[in-house]
């Protein structure tokens, strides 16, 4: 089993910054597809972002130029670094991860990460 673990979240105005962090435990392995995906009052869980041990990301094309995904992989921690913030980035943040390495094209969809973290509030105001 895995174990991931968000922290980071929290309430900040608009154009401010927050950095989330997923910690993985249990039976990792840095060859695990790690990403992070929002789900907002109301709509469907979205994908933001995914990140390969060997460094390939994949980051949804909205968030290009404002959101960073990276990862340490000694610490099994992946992080999403979020900068001018907007109110509609509100949402439940979640990390997920899989062991199973699956095409870009695959990546997004939520149906195929194993593992879930409890999820972050990321609440923006305006």
């Known amino acids: 089993q895995v174990q991931l673990v968000e922290t980071g979240g929290g309430l900040v105005q608009a154009g401010g910054s927050l950095r989330l962090s997923c910690a993985a435990s249990?039976?990792?392995?840095?060859?695990?597809?790690m990403g992070w995906f929002r789900q907002a009052p109301g709509k469907e869980r979205e994908f933001v972002a995914a990140r390969w041990s060997g460094g390939t990301t994949y980051l949804v094309d909205s968030l290009k130029g404002r959101f960073t995904i990276s990862r340490d992989n000694v610490k099994n921690t992946v992080y999403l670094q979020m900068n001018s913030l907007k109110p509609e980035d509100t949402a439940v943040y979640y990390c997920?991860?899989?062991?199973?390495?699956?095409?870009?094209?695959?990546?997004?969809?939520?149906?195929?990460?194993?593992?879930w973290g409890q999820g972050t509030q990321v609440t923006v105001s305006s």
């Open positions: 997920a991860a899989t062991s199973r390495q699956y095409p870009s094209a695959s990546v997004p969809n939520w149906r195929n990460y194993d593992y």
């Open positions: 249990g039976r990792t392995s840095s060859s695990y597809v």
